[in-house]
């Protein structure tokens, strides 16, 4: 279970990025965004960080502020963690050590 929870965490840290890649591409800050969902600047970073795991509703919410469909923000994370070798079928217990592995890398 741990490994789940470990790949989670990741695909949240890459969710994140992708939000914050979509949202300057669209010459919107964090700290614009964070005004446009109506949300502390500091909790949205540690969202989009992976620092803390972003609730679902608030995915929703960043992706309607700067205009995208959450599901394209998911797929396009999916495609990028899937792309840098992560699988999201988690079975296989070396994932832990692979994640750990990839934090470790400069």
């Known amino acids: 279970m741990a490994t ?13 990025e992708q939000i914050r890649g979509e949202a300057s ?13 109506e949300i502390d600047r500091a909790t949205l970073h540690r969202y ?3 620092t803390r795991p ?3 509703p608030v995915l929703y919410e960043a992706a309607e502020a ?11 994370a999916d ?14 217990t070396d994932y832990d050590q692979e994640i750990e592995d990839r ?4």
Do not use: C, H, K, W
């Open 4 to 16: 789940n929870r470990r790949l989670g965490e990741e695909f949240s840290r890459y969710v994140g």
């Open 25 to 37: 591409m669209r010459n919107i800050s964090v700290s614009g965004l964070a005004r446009l969902m």
């Open 48 to 50: 989009l960080t992976g």
């Open 54 to 56: 972003m609730p679902v």
């Open 66 to 76: 700067i205009g995208i469909a959450a599901a394209i923000l998911v797929d396009r």
């Open 79 to 92: 495609a990028r963690m899937s792309a840098e070798g992560y699988m999201l079928a988690a079975s296989d």
């Open 103 to 106: 934090q470790r890398e400069p």
